[in-house]
Protein backbone atom coordinates (compact mmCIF):
# COMPACT_ATOMS: atom_id res chain seq x y z
CA UNK A 1 0.00 0.00 0.00
CA UNK A 2 1.75 3.30 -1.02
CA UNK A 3 1.16 6.13 1.73
CA UNK A 4 -1.47 8.42 0.20
CA UNK A 5 -1.12 12.13 -0.60
CA UNK A 6 -2.79 14.07 2.32
CA UNK A 7 -5.66 16.01 0.12
CA UNK A 8 -6.01 19.57 0.91
CA UNK A 9 -9.57 21.43 -0.27
CA UNK A 10 -10.38 24.20 -0.67
CA UNK A 11 -13.92 23.64 0.64
CA UNK A 12 -13.19 22.38 3.77
CA UNK A 13 -13.91 25.35 6.32
CA UNK A 14 -14.17 23.11 9.55
CA UNK A 15 -14.62 25.64 12.76
CA UNK A 16 -13.23 23.34 15.73
CA UNK A 17 -10.01 21.31 15.41
CA UNK A 18 -11.32 18.02 14.08
CA UNK A 19 -9.53 15.23 12.42
CA UNK A 20 -8.77 15.75 8.92
CA UNK A 21 -10.22 12.92 6.96
CA UNK A 22 -10.23 11.35 3.85
CA UNK A 23 -12.11 8.71 1.68
CA UNK A 24 -10.21 7.39 -1.33
CA UNK A 25 -11.30 4.25 -4.18
CA UNK A 26 -9.44 2.69 -6.03
CA UNK A 27 -9.83 0.93 -9.13
CA UNK A 28 -12.66 -0.01 -7.28
CA UNK A 29 -14.27 -3.07 -8.51
CA UNK A 30 -17.19 -5.63 -7.32
CA UNK A 31 -18.63 -8.73 -8.10
CA UNK A 32 -21.60 -10.20 -6.71
CA UNK A 33 -21.41 -13.69 -6.79
CA UNK A 34 -24.59 -15.63 -5.92
CA UNK A 35 -25.71 -19.32 -6.57
CA UNK A 36 -27.43 -18.20 -9.30
CA UNK A 37 -25.59 -15.45 -11.03
CA UNK A 38 -22.30 -13.52 -11.07
CA UNK A 39 -22.98 -10.03 -11.90
CA UNK A 40 -20.39 -6.96 -12.35
CA UNK A 41 -22.13 -4.42 -9.87
CA UNK A 42 -19.00 -1.61 -9.52
CA UNK A 43 -16.19 -1.61 -12.25
CA UNK A 44 -12.75 0.23 -11.71
CA UNK A 45 -14.04 3.11 -9.60
CA UNK A 46 -11.66 5.77 -8.68
CA UNK A 47 -12.57 9.03 -6.94
CA UNK A 48 -11.25 10.99 -3.89
CA UNK A 49 -13.62 12.62 -1.19
CA UNK A 50 -11.27 15.60 0.56
CA UNK A 51 -11.94 16.31 3.99
CA UNK A 52 -15.22 18.10 5.00
CA UNK A 53 -17.05 17.24 1.74
CA UNK A 54 -20.42 16.43 1.31
CA UNK A 55 -20.71 14.17 -1.72
CA UNK A 56 -24.24 12.62 -2.66
CA UNK A 57 -24.04 9.53 -4.98
CA UNK A 58 -26.90 9.61 -7.50
CA UNK A 59 -28.21 7.12 -10.08
CA UNK A 60 -31.34 4.44 -11.12
CA UNK A 61 -31.64 1.71 -9.24
CA UNK A 62 -29.65 -1.00 -9.20
CA UNK A 63 -26.83 1.08 -10.19
CA UNK A 64 -24.45 0.26 -7.35
CA UNK A 65 -24.67 3.32 -5.89
CA UNK A 66 -25.66 1.35 -2.27
CA UNK A 67 -23.17 -1.12 -2.88
CA UNK A 68 -20.48 2.00 -3.03
CA UNK A 69 -22.14 3.33 0.49
CA UNK A 70 -21.98 -0.58 1.78
CA UNK A 71 -18.38 -0.79 0.53
CA UNK A 72 -17.36 2.32 2.45
CA UNK A 73 -19.49 0.73 5.61
CA UNK A 74 -17.14 -2.50 5.72
CA UNK A 75 -21.13 -4.21 4.77
CA UNK A 76 -19.56 -5.38 1.52
CA UNK A 77 -15.89 -6.16 0.48
CA UNK A 78 -14.81 -5.04 -2.34
CA UNK A 79 -13.17 -7.60 -5.20
CA UNK A 80 -10.82 -5.94 -6.67
CA UNK A 81 -9.45 -2.56 -5.66
CA UNK A 82 -8.56 -0.27 -2.33
CA UNK A 83 -11.06 1.66 -0.49
CA UNK A 84 -9.18 3.86 2.24
CA UNK A 85 -10.64 5.83 4.76
CA UNK A 86 -8.20 8.07 6.89
CA UNK A 87 -8.86 10.12 10.14
CA UNK A 88 -5.29 12.05 10.05
CA UNK A 89 -2.59 9.76 9.60
CA UNK A 90 -4.43 6.59 10.37
CA UNK A 91 -6.10 4.32 7.92
CA UNK A 92 -9.18 2.76 9.30
CA UNK A 93 -10.08 -1.07 9.52
CA UNK A 94 -13.21 -1.09 7.69
CA UNK A 95 -15.68 -1.66 9.40
CA UNK A 96 -14.97 0.85 11.37
CA UNK A 97 -17.11 2.83 14.60
CA UNK A 98 -15.49 6.07 13.57
CA UNK A 99 -18.26 6.23 10.36
CA UNK A 100 -21.79 6.48 11.30
CA UNK A 101 -24.28 5.09 9.07
CA UNK A 102 -27.62 5.82 8.31
CA UNK A 103 -30.86 3.93 6.73
CA UNK A 104 -33.92 4.95 4.71
CA UNK A 105 -35.50 1.84 7.06
CA UNK A 106 -36.55 2.40 10.18
CA UNK A 107 -34.38 0.57 12.58
CA UNK A 108 -34.38 1.61 15.67
CA UNK A 109 -34.45 -1.21 18.59
CA UNK A 110 -38.00 -1.10 19.46
CA UNK A 111 -37.67 -2.19 22.96
CA UNK A 112 -36.09 0.15 23.64
CA UNK A 113 -36.40 3.84 24.62
CA UNK A 114 -35.56 6.55 22.16
CA UNK A 115 -32.89 7.60 24.37
CA UNK A 116 -31.78 4.42 24.77
CA UNK A 117 -31.15 4.27 21.62
CA UNK A 118 -29.25 6.89 21.02
CA UNK A 119 -27.14 6.17 23.76
CA UNK A 120 -26.40 2.76 22.39
CA UNK A 121 -23.29 3.41 20.39
CA UNK A 122 -21.94 4.66 23.33
CA UNK A 123 -23.14 2.22 25.66
CA UNK A 124 -21.23 -0.67 23.31
CA UNK A 125 -18.27 1.99 23.67
CA UNK A 126 -17.92 1.61 27.53
CA UNK A 127 -19.19 4.92 27.83
CA UNK A 128 -20.22 5.76 31.51
CA UNK A 129 -23.96 6.24 32.33
CA UNK A 130 -24.29 9.77 33.03
CA UNK A 131 -21.82 10.93 30.08
CA UNK A 132 -24.28 8.75 27.61
CA UNK A 133 -27.34 10.52 29.31
CA UNK A 134 -26.14 13.75 28.96
CA UNK A 135 -24.62 13.36 25.22
CA UNK A 136 -27.87 11.61 24.21
CA UNK A 137 -30.11 14.61 25.97
CA UNK A 138 -27.56 17.15 23.72
CA UNK A 139 -28.12 15.44 20.31
CA UNK A 140 -31.84 14.39 21.01
CA UNK A 141 -32.46 18.16 21.76
CA UNK A 142 -30.99 19.42 18.49
CA UNK A 143 -32.39 17.16 15.95
CA UNK A 144 -35.89 18.35 17.69
CA UNK A 145 -37.15 15.60 19.86
CA UNK A 146 -36.62 16.90 23.14
CA UNK A 147 -39.79 15.47 25.66
CA UNK A 148 -39.88 12.41 23.50
CA UNK A 149 -36.86 10.70 25.38
CA UNK A 150 -38.95 8.24 27.16
CA UNK A 151 -41.23 6.96 24.34
CA UNK A 152 -40.64 3.76 22.18
CA UNK A 153 -40.53 3.85 18.92
CA UNK A 154 -43.96 2.81 18.45
CA UNK A 155 -44.79 5.45 19.51
CA UNK A 156 -42.87 8.18 17.49
CA UNK A 157 -44.40 8.76 13.60
CA UNK A 158 -42.20 7.83 11.19
CA UNK A 159 -40.37 11.16 10.84
CA UNK A 160 -40.01 11.43 14.31
CA UNK A 161 -38.17 8.10 14.13
CA UNK A 162 -36.06 9.28 11.34
CA UNK A 163 -35.12 12.10 13.75
CA UNK A 164 -33.96 9.38 16.28
CA UNK A 165 -31.79 7.79 13.68
CA UNK A 166 -30.21 10.96 12.99
CA UNK A 167 -29.78 11.58 16.91
CA UNK A 168 -28.27 8.18 17.05
CA UNK A 169 -25.42 8.81 13.98
CA UNK A 170 -24.46 12.11 15.97
CA UNK A 171 -24.41 10.52 18.88
CA UNK A 172 -21.44 9.02 18.60
CA UNK A 173 -19.43 11.56 17.17
CA UNK A 174 -18.33 9.83 13.90
CA UNK A 175 -15.46 11.26 11.56
CA UNK A 176 -18.03 10.43 8.66
CA UNK A 177 -21.28 10.54 7.60
CA UNK A 178 -22.72 7.63 5.68
CA UNK A 179 -26.35 8.27 4.35
CA UNK A 180 -28.27 5.72 2.37
CA UNK A 181 -31.52 7.79 1.53
CA UNK A 182 -32.28 8.66 4.80
CA UNK A 183 -35.23 10.74 4.44
CA UNK A 184 -36.89 8.90 1.14
CA UNK A 185 -39.26 7.28 2.95
CA UNK A 186 -40.84 9.92 4.74
CA UNK A 187 -43.85 12.28 3.22
CA UNK A 188 -42.85 15.69 1.21
CA UNK A 189 -43.48 18.24 3.70
CA UNK A 190 -41.43 16.20 6.68
CA UNK A 191 -39.21 15.37 4.16
CA UNK A 192 -38.21 19.33 3.56
CA UNK A 193 -38.30 20.46 7.06
CA UNK A 194 -35.90 17.60 7.92
CA UNK A 195 -33.50 18.43 4.49
CA UNK A 196 -33.21 21.87 6.15
CA UNK A 197 -32.58 20.87 9.27
CA UNK A 198 -30.21 17.83 8.59
CA UNK A 199 -28.12 20.93 6.42
CA UNK A 200 -27.88 23.49 9.39
CA UNK A 201 -26.75 20.51 11.38
CA UNK A 202 -24.15 19.18 8.73
CA UNK A 203 -22.91 22.68 8.18
CA UNK A 204 -22.14 22.97 11.99
CA UNK A 205 -19.78 20.27 11.97
CA UNK A 206 -18.76 19.72 8.14
CA UNK A 207 -17.42 16.01 9.18
CA UNK A 208 -16.61 13.88 5.21
CA UNK A 209 -20.16 12.57 3.68
CA UNK A 210 -20.99 10.17 1.57
CA UNK A 211 -24.82 10.51 0.98
CA UNK A 212 -26.89 8.21 -1.58
CA UNK A 213 -29.96 8.87 -3.28
CA UNK A 214 -32.38 8.91 -5.96
CA UNK A 215 -33.85 12.34 -5.21
CA UNK A 216 -31.64 14.42 -7.76
CA UNK A 217 -32.69 18.13 -5.99
CA UNK A 218 -31.98 16.45 -2.53
CA UNK A 219 -28.58 15.70 -3.77
CA UNK A 220 -27.99 19.38 -4.95
CA UNK A 221 -29.63 20.66 -1.73
CA UNK A 222 -27.64 19.03 0.22
CA UNK A 223 -24.25 18.21 -1.32
CA UNK A 224 -20.96 19.88 -2.29
CA UNK A 225 -20.21 17.77 -4.96
CA UNK A 226 -22.62 14.69 -6.69
CA UNK A 227 -21.48 11.74 -8.58
CA UNK A 228 -24.22 10.51 -10.92
CA UNK A 229 -23.66 6.99 -11.77
CA UNK A 230 -24.79 5.04 -14.83
CA UNK A 231 -24.73 0.91 -14.73
CA UNK A 232 -21.60 0.22 -12.24
CA UNK A 233 -19.64 3.52 -13.24
CA UNK A 234 -19.35 7.14 -12.47
CA UNK A 235 -20.61 9.09 -15.97
CA UNK A 236 -20.12 12.94 -14.26
CA UNK A 237 -18.50 14.38 -11.37
CA UNK A 238 -20.18 17.75 -10.93
CA UNK A 239 -19.40 20.49 -8.28
CA UNK A 240 -22.57 22.15 -6.85
CA UNK A 241 -22.23 26.11 -7.31
CA UNK A 242 -24.34 26.80 -4.16
CA UNK A 243 -22.46 28.56 -1.05
CA UNK A 244 -22.73 27.77 2.35
CA UNK A 245 -24.55 28.45 4.69
CA UNK A 246 -27.44 27.34 2.60
CA UNK A 247 -31.54 27.89 3.05
CA UNK A 248 -32.83 25.43 1.77
CA UNK A 249 -36.39 26.89 1.46
CA UNK A 250 -34.98 30.13 -0.71
CA UNK A 251 -32.50 28.01 -2.79
CA UNK A 252 -34.73 25.66 -4.26
CA UNK A 253 -36.56 28.18 -5.92
CA UNK A 254 -34.04 30.28 -7.22
CA UNK A 255 -33.46 30.33 -11.15
CA UNK A 256 -29.95 29.30 -10.91
CA UNK A 257 -31.15 25.99 -8.33
CA UNK A 258 -32.96 25.12 -10.65
CA UNK A 259 -30.82 25.42 -13.76
CA UNK A 260 -28.17 23.51 -11.68
CA UNK A 261 -31.06 20.33 -10.95
CA UNK A 262 -32.45 20.40 -14.65
CA UNK A 263 -28.46 20.02 -15.17
CA UNK A 264 -28.28 17.31 -13.20
CA UNK A 265 -31.24 15.70 -14.92
CA UNK A 266 -29.90 15.60 -18.02
CA UNK A 267 -26.79 13.98 -16.90
CA UNK A 268 -28.62 11.71 -15.29
CA UNK A 269 -30.75 10.82 -18.52
CA UNK A 270 -27.33 10.40 -20.54
CA UNK A 271 -25.50 8.13 -17.81
CA UNK A 272 -28.60 6.01 -17.86
CA UNK A 273 -28.09 5.49 -21.73
CA UNK A 274 -24.89 4.52 -21.05
CA UNK A 275 -22.86 7.90 -21.70
CA UNK A 276 -19.83 9.87 -19.71
CA UNK A 277 -19.14 12.96 -19.08
CA UNK B 1 -73.90 5.15 10.27
CA UNK B 2 -77.32 3.94 12.03
CA UNK B 3 -75.59 2.43 14.58
CA UNK B 4 -73.86 5.22 15.52
CA UNK B 5 -77.02 7.27 15.87
CA UNK B 6 -78.65 4.70 17.83
CA UNK B 7 -76.00 5.39 20.83
CA UNK B 8 -76.43 9.31 20.98
CA UNK B 9 -79.13 10.95 22.54
CA UNK B 10 -80.94 13.14 20.12
CA UNK B 11 -79.65 16.74 21.57
CA UNK B 12 -75.87 15.03 21.04
CA UNK B 13 -76.70 14.40 17.40
CA UNK B 14 -77.77 17.51 17.30
CA UNK B 15 -74.97 19.09 17.86
CA UNK B 16 -72.43 16.56 15.99
CA UNK B 17 -74.31 16.74 12.47
CA UNK B 18 -72.76 19.87 10.81
CA UNK B 19 -75.07 21.89 9.17
CA UNK B 20 -75.17 21.26 5.31
CA UNK B 21 -73.10 23.89 2.82
CA UNK B 22 -71.63 25.73 5.79
CA UNK B 23 -67.47 26.40 5.41
CA UNK B 24 -66.64 27.93 8.43
CA UNK B 25 -66.85 26.25 11.89
CA UNK B 26 -69.08 26.94 14.86
CA UNK B 27 -67.69 28.83 17.26
CA UNK B 28 -64.92 27.17 19.80
CA UNK B 29 -67.11 27.07 22.79
CA UNK B 30 -69.36 24.58 20.30
CA UNK B 31 -66.50 22.64 19.22
CA UNK B 32 -65.29 21.41 23.14
CA UNK B 33 -68.88 20.04 23.75
CA UNK B 34 -69.25 18.30 20.72
CA UNK B 35 -65.86 16.87 21.56
CA UNK B 36 -66.91 15.36 24.98
CA UNK B 37 -70.19 14.06 23.22
CA UNK B 38 -68.45 12.21 20.39
CA UNK B 39 -66.15 11.43 22.95
CA UNK B 40 -68.84 9.76 25.44
CA UNK B 41 -70.83 7.84 22.64
CA UNK B 42 -67.64 6.44 21.55
CA UNK B 43 -67.07 5.10 24.78
CA UNK B 44 -70.37 3.92 25.77
CA UNK B 45 -70.31 2.26 22.49
CA UNK B 46 -67.45 0.50 23.23
CA UNK B 47 -68.57 -0.52 27.20
CA UNK B 48 -71.97 -1.74 26.26
CA UNK B 49 -70.27 -4.36 23.81
CA UNK B 50 -67.91 -5.29 26.27
CA UNK B 51 -70.95 -6.01 28.71
CA UNK B 52 -72.59 -7.47 25.54
CA UNK B 53 -70.05 -10.08 25.22
CA UNK B 54 -69.36 -11.32 28.76
CA UNK B 55 -72.83 -11.39 29.63
CA UNK B 56 -73.72 -13.81 26.18
CA UNK B 57 -70.52 -15.73 28.00
CA UNK B 58 -71.70 -16.07 31.13
CA UNK B 59 -75.13 -17.50 29.86
CA UNK B 60 -73.46 -20.08 27.19
CA UNK B 61 -71.75 -21.50 30.52
CA UNK B 62 -75.25 -21.55 32.63
CA UNK B 63 -77.22 -23.22 29.87
CA UNK B 64 -74.46 -25.93 29.14
CA UNK B 65 -73.83 -26.84 33.21
CA UNK B 66 -78.15 -25.97 33.55
CA UNK B 67 -79.31 -28.69 31.07
CA UNK B 68 -76.72 -31.28 32.51
CA UNK B 69 -78.00 -30.86 35.49
CA UNK B 70 -81.74 -30.87 34.29
CA UNK B 71 -80.71 -33.70 32.18
CA UNK B 72 -78.93 -35.80 34.86
CA UNK B 73 -81.44 -35.34 37.41
CA UNK B 74 -84.92 -36.14 34.76
CA UNK B 75 -83.13 -39.51 33.92
CA UNK B 76 -82.60 -37.93 29.74
CA UNK B 77 -79.35 -39.24 31.23
CA UNK B 78 -78.77 -42.56 31.82
CA UNK B 79 -77.83 -43.49 35.69
CA UNK B 80 -75.77 -40.39 35.85
CA UNK B 81 -74.37 -40.91 38.72
CA UNK B 82 -72.00 -44.06 37.57
CA UNK B 83 -71.40 -42.29 34.20
CA UNK B 84 -72.23 -38.52 33.20
CA UNK B 85 -72.33 -37.05 36.99
CA UNK B 86 -73.73 -33.63 37.86
CA UNK B 87 -72.48 -30.13 38.50
CA UNK B 88 -74.47 -29.67 41.85
CA UNK B 89 -72.30 -33.61 42.16
CA UNK B 90 -69.16 -31.97 41.17
CA UNK B 91 -69.15 -29.45 43.75
CA UNK B 92 -70.31 -31.73 46.30
CA UNK B 93 -67.50 -33.79 45.94
CA UNK B 94 -64.89 -31.25 45.67
CA UNK B 95 -65.98 -30.43 49.07
CA UNK B 96 -66.01 -33.81 51.02
CA UNK B 97 -62.66 -34.76 49.35
CA UNK B 98 -61.32 -31.29 49.97
CA UNK B 99 -58.25 -32.10 51.88
CA UNK B 100 -57.02 -35.43 49.69
CA UNK B 101 -57.75 -33.56 46.52
CA UNK B 102 -55.91 -30.75 47.83
CA UNK B 103 -53.25 -33.09 48.28
CA UNK B 104 -52.92 -34.43 44.84
CA UNK B 105 -53.42 -31.40 43.33
CA UNK B 106 -50.47 -30.05 45.37
CA UNK B 107 -48.24 -33.11 43.95
CA UNK B 108 -49.38 -32.54 40.29
CA UNK B 109 -48.95 -28.27 40.95
CA UNK B 110 -45.68 -29.08 42.08
CA UNK B 111 -43.89 -31.60 39.35
CA UNK B 112 -45.74 -29.71 36.46
CA UNK B 113 -44.05 -26.36 37.79
CA UNK B 114 -40.49 -28.36 38.09
CA UNK B 115 -40.93 -29.82 34.55
CA UNK B 116 -41.35 -26.43 33.56
CA UNK B 117 -38.83 -24.74 35.00
CA UNK B 118 -36.20 -27.25 34.29
CA UNK B 119 -37.23 -27.97 30.61
CA UNK B 120 -37.95 -23.84 29.76
CA UNK B 121 -35.22 -23.03 31.53
CA UNK B 122 -32.59 -25.71 29.46
CA UNK B 123 -34.60 -25.01 26.05
CA UNK B 124 -34.00 -21.85 26.41
CA UNK B 125 -30.33 -21.77 27.13
CA UNK B 126 -30.22 -24.75 24.33
CA UNK B 127 -31.98 -22.52 21.87
CA UNK B 128 -29.59 -19.69 22.55
CA UNK B 129 -26.08 -21.45 22.74
CA UNK B 130 -27.65 -22.83 18.79
CA UNK B 131 -28.30 -19.12 17.86
CA UNK B 132 -24.99 -18.08 19.26
CA UNK B 133 -23.17 -20.66 17.08
CA UNK B 134 -24.97 -21.84 14.15
CA UNK B 135 -22.81 -24.57 13.82
CA UNK B 136 -23.81 -26.30 17.19
CA UNK B 137 -27.42 -25.86 16.20
CA UNK B 138 -26.52 -28.02 12.95
CA UNK B 139 -24.73 -30.13 14.11
CA UNK B 140 -27.19 -31.14 16.94
CA UNK B 141 -30.53 -30.75 14.21
CA UNK B 142 -31.14 -34.35 13.16
CA UNK B 143 -30.32 -35.61 17.12
CA UNK B 144 -32.92 -32.90 18.23
CA UNK B 145 -36.02 -33.32 15.10
CA UNK B 146 -35.95 -37.60 15.72
CA UNK B 147 -36.45 -36.98 19.65
CA UNK B 148 -38.63 -33.88 19.14
CA UNK B 149 -40.84 -35.98 16.65
CA UNK B 150 -40.81 -38.59 19.52
CA UNK B 151 -44.50 -39.24 21.31
CA UNK B 152 -42.74 -38.43 24.44
CA UNK B 153 -45.18 -40.11 26.52
CA UNK B 154 -43.89 -43.54 25.43
CA UNK B 155 -40.52 -42.60 27.37
CA UNK B 156 -43.01 -43.25 30.53
CA UNK B 157 -42.10 -46.62 31.16
CA UNK B 158 -38.29 -45.66 30.67
CA UNK B 159 -38.67 -43.16 33.34
CA UNK B 160 -40.43 -45.04 35.84
CA UNK B 161 -37.92 -48.42 35.08
CA UNK B 162 -35.44 -45.67 35.54
CA UNK B 163 -36.78 -43.95 38.48
CA UNK B 164 -39.64 -45.66 39.94
CA UNK B 165 -42.78 -44.54 40.72
CA UNK B 166 -41.10 -41.14 41.83
CA UNK B 167 -41.65 -37.54 41.30
CA UNK B 168 -38.52 -37.71 39.20
CA UNK B 169 -40.37 -39.89 36.55
CA UNK B 170 -42.91 -37.39 35.79
CA UNK B 171 -40.36 -34.24 36.28
CA UNK B 172 -38.47 -35.52 33.58
CA UNK B 173 -41.55 -37.04 31.64
CA UNK B 174 -42.39 -33.46 31.02
CA UNK B 175 -39.26 -32.04 30.64
CA UNK B 176 -38.52 -34.17 27.88
CA UNK B 177 -41.62 -32.16 25.87
CA UNK B 178 -41.23 -28.75 27.20
CA UNK B 179 -37.50 -28.67 26.21
CA UNK B 180 -38.14 -28.95 22.67
CA UNK B 181 -41.04 -26.80 22.80
CA UNK B 182 -39.62 -23.95 24.45
CA UNK B 183 -35.85 -25.14 22.11
CA UNK B 184 -37.62 -24.75 18.84
CA UNK B 185 -39.30 -21.50 19.67
CA UNK B 186 -36.25 -20.11 21.21
CA UNK B 187 -34.44 -20.79 18.11
CA UNK B 188 -37.24 -19.66 15.99
CA UNK B 189 -37.12 -16.42 18.12
CA UNK B 190 -33.57 -15.68 17.42
CA UNK B 191 -34.25 -16.03 13.74
CA UNK B 192 -36.93 -13.96 14.10
CA UNK B 193 -34.73 -10.82 14.95
CA UNK B 194 -34.33 -8.42 12.04
CA UNK B 195 -31.46 -8.75 10.39
CA UNK B 196 -30.85 -5.33 9.94
CA UNK B 197 -30.74 -4.32 13.26
CA UNK B 198 -28.04 -6.91 13.76
CA UNK B 199 -26.14 -4.88 11.09
CA UNK B 200 -26.99 -1.49 12.13
CA UNK B 201 -25.75 -2.13 16.22
CA UNK B 202 -22.30 -4.00 14.82
CA UNK B 203 -22.59 -0.52 12.44
CA UNK B 204 -22.79 1.38 15.84
CA UNK B 205 -19.33 -0.68 17.33
CA UNK B 206 -21.27 -3.54 19.30
CA UNK B 207 -19.08 -6.88 19.21
CA UNK B 208 -20.82 -10.14 18.17
CA UNK B 209 -21.20 -10.54 21.87
CA UNK B 210 -23.11 -7.40 22.59
CA UNK B 211 -24.66 -7.57 19.13
CA UNK B 212 -26.17 -10.99 21.04
CA UNK B 213 -26.93 -9.69 24.45
CA UNK B 214 -28.76 -6.40 23.17
CA UNK B 215 -30.34 -7.01 20.32
CA UNK B 216 -31.00 -10.85 19.38
CA UNK B 217 -31.76 -11.52 22.67
CA UNK B 218 -34.40 -8.78 23.68
CA UNK B 219 -35.41 -9.39 20.21
CA UNK B 220 -36.16 -13.29 20.67
CA UNK B 221 -38.18 -12.49 23.62
CA UNK B 222 -41.38 -12.13 21.81
CA UNK B 223 -41.59 -15.44 20.14
CA UNK B 224 -40.14 -17.46 23.28
CA UNK B 225 -42.74 -16.10 25.14
CA UNK B 226 -45.27 -17.83 22.91
CA UNK B 227 -43.19 -20.99 23.14
CA UNK B 228 -43.23 -20.73 27.11
CA UNK B 229 -47.32 -20.01 26.73
CA UNK B 230 -47.58 -23.64 25.00
CA UNK B 231 -44.99 -25.43 27.28
CA UNK B 232 -46.72 -24.43 30.52
CA UNK B 233 -49.85 -26.77 28.97
CA UNK B 234 -47.54 -29.15 27.78
CA UNK B 235 -45.80 -29.33 31.40
CA UNK B 236 -49.17 -30.36 32.68
CA UNK B 237 -49.69 -32.74 30.33
CA UNK B 238 -46.50 -34.48 30.39
CA UNK B 239 -47.04 -34.66 34.74
CA UNK B 240 -50.66 -36.02 34.43
CA UNK B 241 -49.77 -38.38 31.56
CA UNK B 242 -46.91 -39.81 33.79
CA UNK B 243 -49.31 -39.93 36.90
CA UNK B 244 -51.76 -41.90 34.87
CA UNK B 245 -49.07 -44.47 34.04
CA UNK B 246 -48.19 -45.12 37.10
CA UNK B 247 -47.72 -42.88 40.42
CA UNK B 248 -48.53 -42.66 43.84
CA UNK B 249 -50.02 -39.25 44.11
CA UNK B 250 -51.04 -36.62 42.03
CA UNK B 251 -54.44 -35.62 40.25
CA UNK B 252 -53.67 -38.16 36.90
CA UNK B 253 -53.98 -41.21 39.35
CA UNK B 254 -57.26 -39.63 40.97
CA UNK B 255 -58.83 -39.23 37.84
CA UNK B 256 -57.79 -42.72 36.54
CA UNK B 257 -59.37 -44.19 40.03
CA UNK B 258 -62.45 -42.31 39.83
CA UNK B 259 -62.92 -43.10 36.40
CA UNK B 260 -62.65 -47.26 36.98
CA UNK B 261 -64.67 -46.71 40.41
CA UNK B 262 -67.51 -45.09 38.69
CA UNK B 263 -67.37 -41.65 40.19
CA UNK B 264 -68.10 -39.55 37.09
CA UNK B 265 -68.18 -36.58 39.59
CA UNK B 266 -64.96 -37.43 41.46
CA UNK B 267 -63.44 -37.37 37.10
CA UNK B 268 -65.08 -33.90 36.48
CA UNK B 269 -63.73 -32.21 39.88
CA UNK B 270 -60.08 -33.46 39.01
CA UNK B 271 -60.26 -31.42 35.68
CA UNK B 272 -62.20 -28.74 36.85
CA UNK B 273 -59.16 -28.45 39.54
CA UNK B 274 -56.40 -28.99 36.37
CA UNK B 275 -58.34 -26.16 34.64
CA UNK B 276 -58.05 -23.82 37.67
CA UNK B 277 -54.52 -24.53 37.90
CA UNK B 278 -54.07 -23.58 33.99
CA UNK B 279 -55.68 -20.84 33.97
CA UNK B 280 -53.67 -19.26 36.86
CA UNK B 281 -50.55 -20.44 35.99
CA UNK B 282 -50.79 -18.88 32.06
CA UNK B 283 -52.58 -15.78 33.86
CA UNK B 284 -48.52 -15.67 35.82
CA UNK B 285 -46.85 -15.70 32.37
CA UNK B 286 -49.10 -13.12 30.92
CA UNK B 287 -48.33 -10.82 33.45
CA UNK B 288 -44.85 -11.27 33.24
CA UNK B 289 -45.41 -10.95 29.12
CA UNK B 290 -47.14 -7.32 29.57
CA UNK B 291 -44.24 -6.49 31.72
CA UNK B 292 -41.45 -7.19 30.13
CA UNK B 293 -43.42 -6.52 26.09
CA UNK B 294 -44.73 -2.95 27.10
CA UNK B 295 -42.75 -1.71 23.97
CA UNK B 296 -44.62 -3.74 21.34
CA UNK B 297 -47.45 -2.71 19.62
CA UNK B 298 -50.71 -3.70 21.26
CA UNK B 299 -52.25 -6.82 19.15
CA UNK B 300 -56.04 -7.06 20.55
Known sequence: MTPSVPTVCAQATASEQQARTGLRFEHVTHWYVSDRDTKLVVEDLTFEVPDGQFIAIVGGSGCGKTTVLNMVAGLVRPTEGLIEARVDDEVLTLPSNRLGYMWARDSLLPWRSLQRNVEFGLEVRGMSRAGRRERAARYITMVGLAGSERKFPRQLSHGMRQRGNLARLLATEPEFYLMDEPFSALDAQTKAVMQQEFSQIWESRRRTTVYVTHDLTEAALLADRVLVMGAGYIAYDLVVPFERPRGLDELRFTPEFQKFDRHLWDCLQRAQRGERG | ?300
Not at chain 2, 77 to 82: G, P, Q
Not at chain 2, 156 to 166: D, E, H, K
Open chain 2, 1 to 300: MTAVHHTIPDEEVAATAAPAGRTSGPPALDRDRRMEAARKAVRRGKRNRTLTVRGLQVLLVVVILGSWEIMSRTGVLHDANLFYGRPSGVVQFLYDERSHLWTNAWATIYAAFLGFAIGAGSGVVVGLLFGRWPLLERTFDPVMNVLASLPRLALAPLFLLWFGISDMSKVLLAVSIVFFVVLFNTIAGVRSVDSELRTVASLLGASPRQVFLKVVLPGAVPVVFAGLRLALMFSMLGVVGSEMIAARTGLGLDVVTYGQNLQPNGVFAVLAILAVVAAVFSAVLRAIETRLLRWMPEQH
